[in-house]
């Protein structure tokens, strides 16, 4: 068959119902073969780094593969942010590429889009991907395309392929085998011995400790094992806490749920209770400096099980191919005894004063958030990079609703376009949480909604600037971002725009938010240097840790 048909019927076996992207003319016979009738819905966007945070939006939400479709060079360099933070934050991307066909790249000239050279695209992407090809050998196209979608959902990274607008409608044989195929796709398999002597050793040393912990993160929710992590979390009984990147992978209204860890400012309760642990128990949690505070991971090590990247760290014995997945599974049917301990949930939160004709400050904006999520279903928070990535760490979603932000690599964008995104893949509905700095990078997509039905519902937290920073910069004019009317224009592009300054304003907006059928921004006015608690605890800390080490 086809070469673009083939990937059609292959992206359709393994579940994938829609990609986004944006054409050009060296994919566009991609783009028409893949967006045929019976073929992918294709999510224009107006610029790729939206189409890329839309389809990571897309994967994180469904936990599926998402799919991005972009013209070579222009397109293909437009998009290397997103891709890099899906890799950074395992997020199963599949990026397709157009590029110049045979006979042009024969003529011996540049070609429009190239950069340094034609595989350079190729090269760049192959820094950014766990699995990254050229499909020009009809006689392994099938394959070079199964060996990629493979990787990146055996790996949960993104991945890779460049076709060339000449092979598009070139005739391809399909092996037996992926004919037969039923399109389930498999993660790794653990050597059923070191699992079994990693979950004994872990048993012993879990029902020895006095005061044991778990601490969540992201693997949990990739691997989608998060299930079976609550069992185990309910029948261990010890406090549970996640990493920053990994909120949202445990229910935030389970009894045994105590809040973020994130290093030294974690709320104080949470700060003691990791520091007086003599054994915490990390399930799928990173390495990063974000989840341990800057510190380095020896610290702890004596005392912790460290589950992560398929393998098992138990103090200072490590099994190698144990996967998150089997090790979950084989602690369940481990002879644990209960832990037991009353669990407080906390944040950062200062009690919220009653009177609501007042100005705004940031710690209302998260209250009313939070009063507004309170026993609410089917929405899921989104949260920007900015002062909003770690206010958001104070928002409580209830009752299974999904949490998404970009934790680790934190790049501003992700916010509009990823709610875009995962509305399309769940269809619930998100509230996100976006700075007016953030906003004028990518926030212009939401003008994109209604052609999609979808209607996020956008909160702006305008604050005149990239706020974040002013606690550390002396220079405060640097940080200034142009007014934007955001209300007003979230009315001209078809949405609905709300305009607050006190906190009752806010609170009679996110009432009346979910009415509206279309989009909804609502523009919150906070003063320049109010800040999260968790954000000025965090940007200062992070000052510290710079001049110790320019100095
Ligand atoms: C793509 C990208 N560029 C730059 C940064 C560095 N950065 C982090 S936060 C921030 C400012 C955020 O401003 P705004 O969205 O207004 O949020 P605020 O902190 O003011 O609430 C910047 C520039 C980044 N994280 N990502
Ligand atoms: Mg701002």
């Not at 590429?97 to 006979?103: I, M």
């Not at 760290?313 to 979950?328: E, G, K, L, P």
């Not at 950062?348 to 609501?356: G, I, K």
């Not at 989009?519 to 968790?534: G, R, W």
Request: glycine letters at 10%; hydrophobic letters at 40%.
């Amino acid at each position: 068959m086809a070469l673009g048909d083939f990937l059609v019927a292959y992206l359709r076996k393994i579940g994938v119902t829609q990609l986004f992207g944006i054409p050009g003319d060296l994919v566009l016979r991609l783009f028409s073969r893949l967006g045929k009738p019976r073929g992918l819905r294709i999510v224009t966007l107006s610029h790729e780094p939206g189409v890329g945070f839309a389809a990571e939006g897309d994967a994180r939400a469904t936990g599926r593969n998402g799919v991005v479709c972009v013209t070579y060079g222009a397109g293909g360099h437009n998009m290397v942010n997103p891709v890099a933070g899906s890799f950074s934050e395992r997020v199963p991307v599949l990026v397709i590429s157009g590029g110049p066909g045979e006979d042009e790249r024969r003529l011996g000239t540049l070609i429009h889009h190239q950069a340094k050279a034609i595989e350079s695209q190729l090269r760049i992407y192959q820094e950014l991907t766990c699995a990254a090809s050229v499909v020009d050998d009809p006689q392994r196209a099938a394959r070079t395309v199964d060996e990629v979608v493979r990787t990146v959902w055996r790996e949960q990274r993104p991945g890779y392929l460049e076709i060339h607008r000449d092979m598009v409608e070139r005739r391809i044989p399909v092996p037996r085998e992926l004919i037969d195929w039923d399109g389930a796709l498999h993660f790794s398999r653990s050597d059923d011995r070191r699992v079994d002597e990693a979950v004994r050793e872990t048993t012993a040393r879990f029902n020895a400790a006095r005061r044991p912990l778990t601490m969540i993160g992201i693997e949990t929710y990739r691997y989608k094992v998060q299930p079976e992590v609550r069992h185990l979390a309910e029948r261990m009984g010890a406090p549970v806490t996640t990493t920053v990147l990994g909120k949202g992978a445990f229910p935030m209204d389970h009894p045994l749920y105590m809040g973020v860890h994130i290093g030294p400012i974690s709320p104080r309760p949470i700060v003691k209770r990791v520091d007086s642990a003599d054994l915490v128990v990390n399930l799928g949690t990173l390495l990063t400096d974000m989840n341990l505070g800057s510190r380095p991971p020896q610290i702890t090590r004596d005392r912790s099980i460290w589950a992560v990247g398929g393998r098992v760290n138990v103090s200072y014995h490590t099994y190698t191919d144990v996967h998150i997945r089997d090790f979950v599974r084989g602690l369940l049917r481990a002879p644990l005894r209960r832990h037991r301990e009353s669990v407080r949930y906390c944040d950062n939160l200062p009690p919220q004063p009653v009177e609501t004709r007042r100005a705004l400050r940031v710690t209302d904006v998260l209250h009313e958030v939070n009063r507004f999520l309170r026993g609410r279903r089917g929405w899921v928070v989104v949260a920007e990079s900015g002062d909003m990535l770690f206010a958001g760490l104070d928002v409580r979603v209830e009752r299974g609703g999904g949490y998404l932000a970009q934790g680790y690599y934190a790049s501003m964008g992700f916010g509009v376009p990823g709610a875009l995104g995962a509305q399309i893949g769940t269809g619930a509905r998100p509230l996100v949480l976006c700075g007016d700095g953030a906003f004028q990078m990518t926030g212009p997509e939401i003008a994109q909604a209604p052609r999609h039905g979808l209607n996020p519902v956008v909160l702006v937290i305008n604050n005149g600037g990239w706020q974040i920073f002013r606690p550390v910069m002396k220079h405060h004019e640097l940080l200034d971002v142009p007014k934007w009317p955001y209300a007003r224009l979230a009315d001209d592009w078809g949405g609905r725009g709300f305009y607050v300054e006190r906190v009752d304003e806010l609170r009679a907006a996110l009432s009346e938010a979910p009415r509206s059928d279309t989009f909804v921004v609502i523009e919150a006015i906070v003063s320049p240097d109010d800040l999260s608690p968790v954000s000025r605890k965090y940007i200062e800390a992070s000052a510290r840790h710079g001049r110790v080490v320019t100095t």
